[in-house]
Each structure stands twice: as C-alpha cells, then as structure tokens.
C-alpha cells in the first residue's frame, strides 16, 4: 500500500521546501513534485515534519513508593496527539538486580505502546554483574547508560561507581547519561529545611538550588574526559550546569545537553502558589527555575551549546502528590508534558522568532535521533526513514487543558496556555496513528528499535583518546635503584 502525502511544505532540520512525499508500507520511499499513490493525504497549508522522538520518559515508573500514572499506553497516546512517534524510556534495576531481567520486565510493560519506543539502561548499582551485563544489554539494541547523581538511598552512584560505569561505556562505543545534581547537598539540605519547619513543595525548589545542579554537571563532564567517552546531561535547566557544557564543548568535549519544555517556560513562581495541590502538581528535579535561567537554556539552543529539548514526563496524579502534604521530601517528583512539547515549543519558540522552524525540527527530533545513533531511520524525512511524519497546521489554536488530554493524571502544568501550531495528523510507520483528535493507533503498535553502539561521535572521541592517551617514556640507562 502506497501514501502520498500532497501539497505539503516540507521542514527538516536543514531544509524548508515544497514537495510530496511517497510512502510505501513503512517507509519512505520517494520525495519529489506530481508524486500519486494508492491513498492522499492533502497537506497543503501544512508543515510537514520528522516525527518528534522525546527522549527522556518515565512510563509507569516505580518511583517514590509509588508508579508514575502513565503506562505505556497512556503515555504514548499523549505523545501521538502531540507529534511525537518515539520515546525513550528508563529501565531502572531494582538494587542487586540484573541489568537483562530488568529489560525483560521494561520490555512487558512496553508491550502495549502505540508508537515506537527505545530504551536507556540505569545504573542504579555497580558490581561485577553489572559490568559483565552492560555488553549484554548493548548487544540488545540498549546504547546508552544512565546513571542518577542524587536521589541518595535510591537511585544514586557514587563518583567510583559512575567511573567505573563510564569507562565501561567507552569501552563499549555506549552513551552515558547523567541526572546531575549533588545529591549528597541536596539530602542535606532537605534535612535542614525540614528541621526549620520548611516542609511545603516550595521547600523542595530550595533544597535544590543551581548550584548543585551545576557542580553535579562540572563533576560529571571531568569524570566523561577522563573515561574518554561522550557524555549526555538530561534535564539542564539552569546557567550554572549550561554554563559547564557550553566550556566543555569549546574545549573539544562531546557533551550533549538537554533542556525540557517545563523549564524552558515555566518558572519558580509556581511554588509560591497558594493552593498546595498546584505547587505540589510542579514538584520535579531539577525543580523550575527564574527567567533569567530560561533565557540561558533558550539561548543555548539558539547557538547550539544545547541540543535537544525533552520532556522528563514522569506523571504523578493530586493523589500521589499529596504523599507528601506535611513533608516536602516525599513528594513524588516528576510532571507531564509529552502532548504538549511540540506546541508549546512552537508557540515560546518558533513564534517568538526565538527558533526558526530548522532548529525547531534539530531540537525536537534530527539532532536526537543522531545522538543516540538511529539516524537516518528516525528523525529524517529522507527516502528509506521510517514515515513517522507530523502534519502540522501552523494556524490552528487551542488553550491546553487536563480536561482533553491524553495523559491519565487530573491536571496539566501547561493548564491554560494558549498555543497556536498543532498536529493535525500524526504518521507512525506510514499509518495514520492520530488525526483531528481521534487516536487510532491501537494499542501494541508500538514497536521496540533497536540502537547500535558505536555512533560517530563515541568513534571519533575514542580514536582522539587513543592518539593522546599517556604513553611510557621507554628510557636506555635507567639508574639501579637504591
Ligand atoms: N525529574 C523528576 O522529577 N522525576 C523523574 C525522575 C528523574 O528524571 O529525575
Ligand atoms: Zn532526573
Ligand atoms: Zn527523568
């Protein structure tokens, strides 16, 4: 079966021009002008753009006492009405638990996803199993690592640990990833606020200030060159740790970083809200920010130094987030985002004049897609990329609300925001997965892919490392010793 869509402007990340696109069962299989196939679809007033790929997702996450509130079904519905045909979800090993049980188990509950999905590995522990699975779990399609600075008691590594992780990953051509803040300053710091009576949501945002963040991005940039391998920093929401990255890349340093949506448009103020279900809804980590630190992390994907823009969805309903009413540090942290990144992004960038619609579609797919090494399959309107295509109608409008969302939580952060540019339909492998509001990707539509390691990046870095790495002085008259 054979697709045209007609009429269409097409937007990737290096090009902005009209043409058709024929599809042939999955992919892509000709672009040109007059093209005709079995089924058209009219884009003609419409973008036409690579498929978003979100790469930083938590489905059903154990977290916290409790499981994020979207599962790979509701999530990934969110992410179709909002543009985005792949994912990029968290496998997190239980303390002691082996790294391929563990994907077993992420694999099952990934089992009803509507649209594509991958996987990052966390290193939630380190031993000998974990270094002889890691090979195991890049031979599965998994190539990159993520590994938690704070979360102490749960999710985080110590410095020996994350190096030990590191040097591994370059040995095997594998990413590592970073959630980077000082978590033993921020347990800390939680302690002393609760001790002085600081126990409300807006206590969490002082409990993480950008300084640890930054000091967590610095320590995590030196650990990187020293493992000589590339390294990823997720959710960047600050000067201090876009500041590190910005240095480490004008020094030659392959480190990638990502700003999510929330902290790109929503600031800290949200905390002193007087209704403790609202701040408590905004708890995440790092938690939002001033404006001055957006108009750094904005001004970091104008120029470059900062490279793709997430979400971190991570849902958690009213319910789950009043664990927390009388104690800050039980919050679960983690908010939604997934249906309402492209347009919002859009809206706060593109039409601000802030991004032009290029970098738009680099930030939001092609400069990810190249990252974690499926390019071109994902992320291209190219012949031979899978046909995950939005078709987006730059005039349409609407004021985002919890009441018609995807998502399975009762309210929205972005809840009354006005945005214009929407999806109108969103393609997942050639089939029309939703349009005009109507989901039709069926659960289990989804499919697993697979990412190589080796990407270009991890090659280039670790023959430069290899040229410059210290080298004996072989010497002819060494003295006896003493
Ligand atoms: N970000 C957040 O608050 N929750 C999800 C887990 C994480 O990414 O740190
Ligand atoms: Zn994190
Ligand atoms: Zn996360």
């Known amino acids: 079966m054979t697709l045209v869509i007609k009429g269409g402007t097409i937007v990737t990340a290096d090009r902005t021009y009209r043409g058709d696109i024929l599809i042939d069962g999955e992919t892509i299989a000709r672009i040109g002008e007059d093209l005709s196939g079995d089924e058209t ?6 973008y036409v753009m690579p498929g978003g790929i979100d790469p930083h997702t938590h489905m059903e996450m154990p977290f916290m006492g409790t499981h994020s509130a979207d599962d790979f079904d509701t999530g990934t519905a969110a992410g179709l009405a909002g543009g985005t045909t792949m994912t990029v979800d968290f496998c997190l090993p239980a303390p002691g638990q082996g790294l391929i049980e563990a994907l077993q188990e992420w694999h099952q509950k990934a089992g009803k996803a509507r649209a594509d999905y991958s996987f990052h590995m966390a290193i939630t522990w380190w031993g000998q199993q ?12 998994v190539n990159s690592f993520k590994h938690f600075m704070a979360y102490k008691g749960s999710l985080m590594v110590n410095d020996d640990e994350m190096f030990a992780s590191f040097q591994r990953c370059a040995e095997l051509g594998a990413l590592p990833l970073v959630h980077a803040e000082n978590g033993d300053v921020v347990a800390s710091l939680q302690q002393r606020l609760l001790a002085a009576g600081n126990d409300g949501p807006e206590a969490h945002a002082y409990s993480r200030p950008p300084q640890v963040e930054g000091e967590a991005t610095n320590r995590a940039i030196m650990i990187a060159d020293q493992a000589g391998v590339p390294l990823y920093v997720v959710h960047v929401s600050c000067e201090e740790s876009h500041e590190a990255i910005r240095r480490a890349r004008q020094k030659g340093m392959r480190v990638f970083g990502e700003p999510l949506i929330q ?9 002193a809200h007087a209704d403790w279900d609202h701040a408590a809804r905004r708890v995440m980590s790092p938690p939002f920010r001033d404006k001055a630190n957006q108009d750094s992390l904005w001004a970091g994907l104008a120029s470059g130094s900062l490279q793709v823009v997430a979400t971190d969805h991570c849902a958690f309903t009213s319910e789950q987030k009043r664990y927390g009413v009388g104690d800050f540090t039980k919050i679960p942290n983690g908010t ?4 309402d990144r492209l347009p919002v992004l859009w809206t706060k960038g593109v039409r601000t004049g802030r991004l032009t619609m290029n970098e738009f579609v680099a930030v939001t797919s092609t400069n990810i897609a190249k990252i974690l090494n499926v390019y071109p399959r994902k992320g291209a309107i190219l012949p031979g990329a899978d046909a995950d295509l939005v078709i987006w109608d730059p005039a349409a409008t609407k004021t985002i609300s919890a009441a018609s969302q995807a998502s399975a939580i009762d309210y929205n952060v972005f809840e009354g925001i006005e945005v214009t540019g929407l999806p109108a339909i969103t393609l997942s492998r050639g089939r029309i997965a939703w349009r005009d509001g109507e989901l039709r990707a069926g659960k289990g539509d989804g ?8 990407a270009p990046i991890s090659k280039a870095l670790s023959t430069w490392k290899e ?16």
Not at 336 to 339: F, I, N, S, Y
């Open 263 to 271: 902290h790109l448009t929503l600031d800290e103020g949200e905390y």
């Open 336 to 339: 939604g985002g997934l249906e």
């Open 447 to 454: 499919r697993f892919v697979e990412r190589p390691a080796g």
């Open 41 to 46: 679809i009219d884009a003609s007033g419409a």
């Open 130 to 141: 974990v270094f002889d699975d890691m090979p195991k779990v890049v031979a599965a399609g």
């Open 467 to 482: 040229l410059v790495a210290p080298r004996k002085v072989e010497r002819s008259g060494i003295p006896a010793g003493v």
